[in-house]
């Protein structure tokens, strides 16, 4: 069905589509999955057909919207932008009516299911079919990736053909949730790079970013009944150097934090690109940069509190008393004033019951409430904390944590600690984002540990995160209703630099966002092919992202005291692992790796990837 509106110009437009379409299934015939490399999308598009001929857009091409909206301008905008920097013209934005024969690409609302899109491609004009502003600002992400990698430059290309294949796609979103979370309390990030973040994350269809904005190493949001939380709450006086043990620091001070109005930038900044940020404000643990500030917050069982210097879990934990309550109550009611989210993330995890076992208030309360124990109590400290955020009109989402002693009513689970707190949620009717550690965490090494600077844990690779499959099996249908998404999660101990980020980050969260969004099954053969043409798109957009693609990954396992059996992978597509055992550099004629092998201990593996030469 069409707008009435719209309804004329909208049938002679898709009259034209049919014809063109239907001239191109003459030619083309067989609607296979494309293995034509013109057409390389990630996320993967839920249905692709490669046709003959391009479209070419050019400084007379003209972008038609049924509607002259300030959403809609902003999207066409979009793509003026990359054009201009890339291509050195814009087009001219116009609303339909008497529409051109040709040479157009036009946005048309035709009711489709929300972020979805259809788009149609053929030698005279772009058509692409939207139910919202986010369906169609997504298929101007595909949009870009049919176009020639240049299009991501940030300089003019000259002598680049700006074409478009022709082809038809129908896509839709798998999840609802796909997100992708950020640490800045480890170390701070300037906003420059959180938009750049959210940039990055847009042109993958991502649309949730969590926030992570409190911790005991740093608080970094601006509050204005407590300043204290930023005048001093933002600051460690140094950081641990390496891991959290090694007892070797720096002695440089570390802080920053975001400024209310920089917060109503960033969210208005990633809603524009269909981007909810969700922030948050841990409770009852990791607050120890809170409880330094204000010292009342806690158990009282220590004489001085500081923010902390070093990694890992802290015993200093929010007491729960009424001057606690009093104090969250009053730090998520200017929350609520900065982010617009429905989902308010109240973290829960590691949350050491020690001081709670020693304070004797802690244990007047959970006799006073009849409760079992301090698992309970966290759970009466969740709950509570639960119903004044709902009565707000907004939904808590927690780590897995929030599970123990009882789960809040209406709460959210997001799924760290491996799937078991993600099953255990749904088998309750609980919705549930999967981001297990073992799989979705983006500060795990990536390659080889003894080659990659130094990370949390792993390795878990690009293919593990391709691979991974988010709805449990032992879900019954109606359970797994109750996965609503997925995200990987950027813990920064080990990254203090942007490009540092960037580098633990991409290329796999391609793959979180592939399995986010794609609904057709796996296929690890297309992915890695297309992956190896999107590089050039992250080149563009100036991503520091990991080329271990293209290294070998040697593995040795323990055999005999004497030895060690040896296996070998490469994620590059079509690559032959060719290697020595002496040490020297392999060539294409050295041995090629077909099947394990055994090594002594006085062989050295050393491994080169090969394709072509």
């Known amino acids: 069905t069409c707008r009435n509106n719209n309804d004329q110009n909208i049938l002679i437009m898709r009259r ?3 014809i063109s379409v239907f001239l191109a299934l003459l030619v083309s015939c067989a609607e296979t999955k494309v293995q034509d490399n013109s057409i390389s999308v990630i996320p993967e598009p839920m249905y692709c057909r490669a046709d003959e001929g391009v479209f070419v857009i050019d400084k007379d091409t003209k972008i038609v919207v049924d509607d002259l909206s300030e959403e809609m301008q902003r999207i066409a905008g979009f793509l003026n932008e990359k054009l201009s920097k890339a291509a050195g013209f814009e087009l001219e934005i116009v609303k339909d009516g008497p529409m051109p024969r040709e040479n157009f690409i036009a946005f048309m609302n035709a009711g489709l299911q929300s ?3 259809e788009i149609n491609v053929v030698p005279q004009h772009i058509l692409v079919d939207y139910g919202d502003g986010a369906g169609a600002f997504y298929a101007l992400q595909t949009l870009f990736q049919l176009l020639p990698v240049e299009i991501f430059s940030q300089e003019l290309q000259k002598r680049v053909d700006w074409t478009v294949p022709c082809c038809n796609i129908d896509d839709k979103p798998r999840f609802k949730y796909r997100g992708m979370h950020l640490d800045v309390c480890l170390h701070y990030f300037d906003l420059e790079f959180l938009k750049k973040y959210i940039d990055i994350m847009a042109a993958h269809k991502v649309n949730r970013f969590h926030w992570h904005l409190t911790e005991d190493q740093g608080w970094r949001l601006e509050i204005k009944k407590y300043p204290l939380l930023t005048e001093k709450g933002q600051w460690r006086k140094e950081t641990v150097v390496g891991s959290l043990s090694s007892g070797v620091y720096d002695g440089i001070p570390h802080g920053g934090y975001y400024t209310q109005e920089q917060v109503k930038e960033l969210v208005k900044y990633a809603a524009d690109r269909y981007v909810t940020i969700i922030p948050e404000i841990e409770l009852p643990g990791h607050a120890l940069a809170a409880i330094a500030c204000y010292p009342e917050l806690s158990c009282g069982l220590e004489d001085h509190y500081e923010t902390a210097t070093r990694w890992g879990i802290f015993k200093q934990v929010y007491c729960p008393k009424e001057t ?14 900065l982010f617009p989210s429905e989902l308010i993330h109240i973290g829960g995890d590691e949350c050491p019951k020690a001081s709670w076992k020693a304070c004797p208030d802690c244990q007047a309360l959970i006799r006073k409430l009849g409760l079992k124990d301090e698992y309970e109590l966290q759970s009466y400290f969740v709950t509570r904390m639960e119903k004044y955020i709902n009565s707000k009109g907004r939904q808590i989402i927690g780590w897995d944590e929030i599970l123990q002693g009882g789960l809040a009513p209406n709460a959210k689970v997001m799924s760290w600690l491996g799937e078991e707190g993600g099953i255990k949620a749904a088998q309750q009717h609980h919705e549930v984002v999967m981001s297990p550690h073992y799989k979705y965490y983006l500060d795990y090494w990536q390659a080889d540990p003894y ?20 709805v449990p099996e032992v879900l019954t249908p109606e359970e797994r209703k109750y996965i609503i998404g997925v995200e990987g999660c950027v813990w920064t101990e080990y990254m203090p630099v942007p490009e540092r980020v960037e580098y633990m980050a991409w290329p796999r969260m391609c793959a979180i966002a592939e399995t986010g969004w794609t609904i057709n099954e796996k296929d690890w053969d297309g992915f890695t092919r297309r992956l190896e043409k999107h590089f050039g798109r992250l080149d563009g957009m100036d991503v520091a992202y990991c080329s ?3 290294n070998p990954m040697i593995v040795f396992h323990k055999d005999t005291p004497h030895n060690m059996v040896v296996t070998m992978t490469v994620d590059a597509p079509g690559a032959e692992i060719h290697y ?3 040490g020297s550099v392999p060539t294409a004629d050295s041995p090629k790796y077909e099947i394990p092998f055994s090594i002594n201990r006085s062989q050295t593996v050393t491994a080169a990837a090969y394709r072509d030469g």
Do not use: K, N, Q
């Open 324 to 337: 606690t309550f009093e104090f969250l109550e009053d730090v998520f009611d200017e929350v609520f004033e």
């Open 580 to 582: 020595t055992l002496d």
């Open 451 to 470: 080659s990659e600077p130094l990370a949390m844990s792993g390795p878990t690779t690009l293919r593990t995160m391709y691979d991974y499959e988010p």
């Open 16 to 18: 034209i589509a049919i």
């Open 548 to 550: 271990a693609f293209y």
């Open 115 to 117: 972020e979805s899109y």
